[in-house]
Structure formats: C-alpha cells, structure tokens
C-alpha cells in the first residue's frame, strides 16, 4: 500500500513514512491510494474476532511496509484489558431507550484519543528503531491530547516529549493527570498564557527550519494517517458488537470537533462495512452541522470559537475535513487545492450542489447539541439508565435520539469518561459520587514535574537544548 497526498504534490509514500508525518510537504494530508474492500465472506471471518486479532486484520492492509510479524507484535502490545480495562477493549452497551454505546474511553487517559495514541507511541518506537532515528514531538496542549499523548509516549526509547500547556487554565485532574508522569522522556511545560499561545510556540519552533532539523522535531496532531487507521477499527468492532450478522446495518454517532473520528467512520464505510449513516454531532461550534445542512463550510476564526462544556470539541476548522472531500470530489487534489486556498482566506465554500451525495451515498447526517442540551441528557441518562455519561458523549445522544429513524440501530460513539468533566457532571445532576477507574484513586496528591516559562518561544527552545545536548 502507497500514500497520496490530497493535494497531489508529494510522491507517494510508504506507511512507515506517513507514521512520522504531519502534514504533506505540499500542504495536504496523505491518505492510501484506494481503500482496501472488504467482502461479505472476510466480514463473515472476521465476526468474532478478539479486538487485537481483527485490529490486525485489518491495519495489515494499511501498514504492509511492516512484517507481519511485528505488527501483531505492536498490536498485541497496545490492546489490552490492562491498559484498556476490558478485555474486550470497547464494549458496547444498550440505554433503555434502545440506544447504543460504544465505550472508547476506558483507556489510561479516559478519552477515546488513546485508542489511537496507544498504538502510534508502540509503532513509533518500532519504526524509529528500525530507521535508527530519533524523534522529539514538541505540542500545546488544553488537556486530551496531550496527556493521551505523554501517556502513549512515557518511557519509550528514542521519544522525547515536549507538551506545553496554558499555566493555571486546566482543571486540577488534567493537571495532575499529565505532571504526575515523572518519567525522563516527558517534558511537562507551563507557559504564562493561554492554549493559543501555546500552539503559537508550536508554529514558532516547527517554523525555524534549522531548529527543526537539528532537533529532529515533530508532532502527534489528529491529521496523522497512523490514528485515524488505528480508529477504523473499532467501527468495525462496534459494528459486529451491535448486531446478530452481516446481514444489518448500523449507524454511527459521533461526537465531532477536528473530524478526525468521524473520519475513520467514513473510510469504514468505504472499505464495505454495512454502516447506514455517519451522524456528525457537533456541540455550539457548529461548523459541521453547518457544513452537512447546508453544503456551506465556514471556518471560525478562533475568537469566534465558543468555550464550551464540551471542551474537547471546541474546534471551528476541522483538519480533518479535508480527507473527506478529497473523496467526495472523486480524489481531485486540484480541486482541493482551490477550495482549500478559499478557506485560506477566511471564505471558505459552497458545495450544495453535492449534498444529495453526502447524504444518500455517503451517509453523513449531522445535528448540533447546546449547554443546556448536555446536561438534559446527562440528567435523563442518570435518572432513567443510573449511569453518567460524559458531556461530550451527552452532545452524541441527543443528536442521536432526534435523527434516529423506526428500526435503525444507532451507536453512539463515548469519547470521554465523566470522571474528566466533574464540573458538568454537577451542574447536571447535583452533588453525587462520580466514579473513577481504581488506577486513579488519589491522583490529585501524587507529586508532579513541571516546568514554568514565560510566553517565549526562546524559552522553550532552550528547555529543549537543554535536555538534548
Ligand atoms: C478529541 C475529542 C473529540 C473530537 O474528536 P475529533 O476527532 O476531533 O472529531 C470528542 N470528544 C472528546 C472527549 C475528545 O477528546
């Protein structure tokens, strides 16, 4: 299998040199050259199938520049009741109104980022090694991914991690969360400013081209190809989990802020698993539902992106977006080029004329879910079902019971655990007990290892001469 970019100037690629790219040198994001199908009798093989033993049915098809061999050997290594807390990795469950759930967050960080992350911090140290290189991933981070990050990464040989976060502006769990790590390789940094300043850091030392080389800097951003491959799986996990055979279909919820998820539940669909519909449940930052009501794709700028309570899906530009029409528009990296210089200039497009087509053919339905819309459903979900959901999950269901049609099984992907969300959890249902895996018991009073530096790129740069030289 060999990589593209969509913007069709960059030779094409092997997997193993997609895992250690951002974006495409020509501005794109790189995606296989067609879509592995899958027939009825591999669906039919594949039933029943443990999470490890399918998740490498299927990457096999992705990752074929790595033997055999040790990417079961990867793959054995990340998807496990230890680190996922349940054997069987993402279990489904039924509400009382017949709605499903898919729990992705049962990993170490509790957010569905690690069922990605898990995998790329094993396939990175595998393919370094083999490469004998290094790699320094410098990020900002408001709270998930980063922490998915430096757990994914923690302790791993030729990784080191430089995760800046706004001082003061996350909650005392993601704090702790993230600084209790005290492993060598993480590099916990507090910049006095927001998480704009952080990621404008970022952009300062990935633009110093020297700095970059020398340092052999890179990043774990959600348009890497490595997660969205390692998040296919789990639709297809899901999707033999909520039915009896390959006979039925199934729609998926997806709770969307970078497109990054529901992207995985697209290519999916393309491979030939009997999805029905994707449904793209956005939260005040609407500029999906937008997109799949109207045609029109409008990005915000960030002082136009709303702080919401589901924080995670704060995002007005989704990166991802752009693998989705790079096949709505039959792969034409010309056309992407010109609607992509359109978002560039805050304009951004129209592509009404297709939504007959994104809706009949490639299944995207989408609905937008408000505050008070959260805590209805994680009120409704406590009282009716007993159990807390998160609010980012809450946005799911309540854009999944309004486009849910008779007879359709429908699952709700959970991205978080309540756990992380306290707070909301509160405001919604009043002052109860929210459970907390055992791992992290006393989380809080564990010691923790940071560094506070002024809003300076300089100053984090030298953090990192420091610690390489
Ligand atoms: C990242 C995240 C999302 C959004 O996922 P995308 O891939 O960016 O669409 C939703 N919920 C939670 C809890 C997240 O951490």
């Given amino acids: ?107 170490p960080t509790l957010a569905f980022k690690d069922m990605a992350m898990q995998f790329l911090g094993n396939a990175f140290e595998y393919v370094l090694k083999r490469e004998g290189q290094t790699l320094n991933i410098v990020g900002a981070t408001s709270g998930d991914t980063g922490s998915a990050a430096e757990y994914a990464l923690r302790g791993k040989e030729g990784i080191h991690v430089f995760m800046m976060s706004p001082e003061g502006k996350m909650s005392a769990f993601q704090r702790a969360q993230m600084y209790s790590l005290q492993d060598e390789n993480i590099h916990n940094i507090a910049v006095d400013g927001m998480f704009d300043d952080c990621q404008d850091i970022v952009k300062a030392i990935q633009n110093d081209a020297a700095f970059k080389e020398k340092y052999r800097i890179g990043t774990v951003n959600s348009i890497n190809w490595g997660r969205v491959m390692a998040q296919v799986v789990y639709y297809f996990a899901g999707y033999f989990k909520a039915t009896k055979s390959n006979d ?66 704060d995002i007005s530009k989704a990166s991802n977006f752009e693998r989705f029409i ?102 919604a249902v009043g002052d109860v007990e929210i459970p907390r895996p055992a791992k992290l018991q006393g989380l809080e009073d564990l010691p923790q290892k940071v560094q506070n530096v002024p809003n300076q790129a300089e100053a984090v740069k030298e953090i990192i001469r420091n610690v390489l030289n």
């Avoid at 930052?285 to 937008?290: A, H, I, Q, S």
């Fill in 1 to 107: 299998m060999k990589y593209i970019s969509t913007r069709g100037a960059t030779d094409r690629k092997t997997f193993g040199e997609v895992l250690l790219m951002g974006l495409a040198p020509d501005g794109g994001l790189m995606l296989p050259e067609h879509y592995p199908q899958i027939d009825r009798a591999t669906l039919d093989k594949w039933r029943g199938l443990a999470y490890a033993d399918l998740a490498f049915e299927i990457m096999r098809l992705f990752a074929t520049d790595i033997p055999e061999g040790n990417l079961r050997a990867i793959i054995n290594r990340t998807y496990t009741a230890e680190a996922f807390g349940n054997a069987e990795i993402t279990p489904v469950r039924t509400l009382s109104d017949g709605l499903k759930i898919q729990a992705l967050s049962n990993g």
């Fill in 326 to 427: 790079f096949d709505l528009t039959g792969r034409d990296a010309a056309e992407i080029e010109t609607l992509w210089a359109e978002v560039g200039t805050g304009k951004g497009f129209n592509l009404a004329f297709a939504l007959d087509k994104i809706r009949n053919e490639y299944g995207f339905v989408s609905g937008k879910s408000l505050h008070r819309d959260r805590l209805a459903v994680i009120k409704q979900v406590y009282e009716q079902d007993g159990e807390l959901i998160d609010p980012h999950t809450a946005d799911g269901v309540k854009v999944a019971r309004e486009l849910r049609e008779a007879g359709e099984t429908v699952v709700c992907l959970e991205t978080a655990l309540a756990a992380k969300f306290a707070d909301t959890i509160r405001e």
């Fill in 248 to 313: 039925e279909t199934v729609s998926f919820c997806v709770p969307s802020g970078n497109f990054g998820n529901v992207c995985a539940g697209h290519i999916a669909k393309q491979m030939g698993l009997p999805i029905r519909r994707l449904m793209v449940a956005t939260n005040e930052n609407d500029v999906l539902d937008e997109f799949f009501k109207t045609g029109s794709y409008r990005p915000r700028t960030a002082a136009h992106t709303h702080v919401t309570s589901s924080p995670s899906m």
